[in-house]
């Protein structure tokens, strides 16, 4: 790999955005794409080697191309240091997940709670503006508190976060629904939201609601498109 395509790589990951590392293999030319100066049928072969993961070589008209997915890793934003993000933080990451919570109360959002924890004490409307959520992210909020929650769902439903999903009953979600609609957000949008979060799996103690939420976010990056 060249320099310039050491740098245009290294600038790439720092943003997260996915991008495929393409190179000749008859007479080494290499690429960052999607580019719009490539040839479109090399760019359509990196956004689905992207979008499953894979890396591999693919014949691209007469020439032979090798492109490997350069994907940032799945990342799970967090809102509330609350006690299900106690178990959900160590199981997130197991699964692959790069973690940050976010909570302005240091006293719940702390390294003393959360050892080894990516912790950010802003407010979550701005640590969402500035975390600002792409299509390998996932925003769960988790602390009932509507002065914490609305605003980071607020925020993220302007993103293209892959799941949104938010703790509470179904009376508790329909309200926040309702709080949200009043913000602006049309009821399309809205139903991106998984509330209450986690899939049905009659959850009970923190740890099986952490896994809940797992499987749902599992299911939902992994399952039919």
């Given at each position: 790999?060249?320099?310039?395509?050491?740098?245009?790589?290294?600038?790439?990951?720092?943003?997260?955005?996915?991008?495929?590392?393409?190179?000749?293999?008859?007479?080494?030319?290499?690429?960052l794409l999607p580019d719009?100066?490539?040839?479109?049928?090399?760019?359509?072969?990196?956004?689905?080697?992207?979008?499953?993961?894979?890396?591999?070589?693919?014949?691209?008209?007469?020439?032979?191309?090798?492109?490997?997915?350069?994907?940032?890793?799945?990342?799970?934003?967090?809102?509330?240091?609350?006690?299900?993000?106690?178990?959900?933080?160590?199981?997130?990451?197991?699964?692959?997940?790069?973690?940050?919570?976010?909570?302005?109360?240091?006293?719940?959002?702390?390294?003393?709670?959360?050892?080894?924890?990516?912790?950010?004490?802003?407010?979550?409307?701005?640590?969402?503006?500035?975390?600002?959520?792409?299509?390998?992210?996932?925003?769960?909020?988790?602390?009932?508190?509507?002065?914490?929650?609305?605003?980071?769902?607020?925020?993220?439903?302007?993103?293209?976060?892959?799941?949104?999903?938010?703790?509470?009953?179904?009376k508790t979600h329909a309200?926040?629904?309702?709080?949200?609609?009043?913000?602006?957000?049309?009821?399309?949008?809205?139903?991106?939201?998984?509330?209450?979060?986690?899939?049905?799996?009659?959850?009970?103690?923190?740890?099986?609601?952490?896994?809940?939420?797992?499987?749902?976010?599992?299911?939902?990056?992994?399952?039919?498109?």
């Amino acid at each position: 790999m060249n320099l310039t395509t050491l740098h245009a790589l290294q600038q790439a990951q720092s943003a997260r955005r996915p991008v495929a590392f393409a190179k000749n293999l008859s007479d080494g030319a290499e690429l960052l794409l999607p580019d719009d100066a490539a040839p479109e049928n090399l760019n359509e072969a990196a956004k689905t080697a992207l979008a499953a993961d894979k890396t591999g070589t693919h014949t691209i008209g007469n020439e032979s191309w090798f492109i490997e997915a350069r994907n940032p890793p799945p990342r799970l934003i967090l809102i509330g240091a609350v006690h299900i993000a106690q178990a959900l933080v160590p199981l997130a990451t197991l699964t692959g997940f790069e973690v940050v919570l976010v909570d302005p109360r240091t006293a719940f959002g702390n390294q003393d709670r959360f050892p080894g924890a990516k912790i950010i004490n802003d407010w979550p409307d701005d640590a969402i503006k500035t975390l600002r959520p792409e299509i390998r992210t996932a925003v769960v909020t988790l602390t009932h508190d509507p002065k914490l929650d609305d605003p980071a769902l607020d925020e993220a439903l302007k993103s293209d976060a892959f799941y949104l999903g938010a703790l509470g009953s179904r009376k508790t979600h329909a309200a926040r629904l309702a709080r949200l609609a009043a913000l602006g957000h049309s009821p399309e949008t809205l139903s991106r939201i998984y509330g209450p979060v986690g899939l049905n799996i009659g959850a009970v103690t923190a740890p099986e609601i952490a896994l809940s939420i797992i499987a749902e976010l599992v299911s939902t990056r992994r399952g039919p498109k």
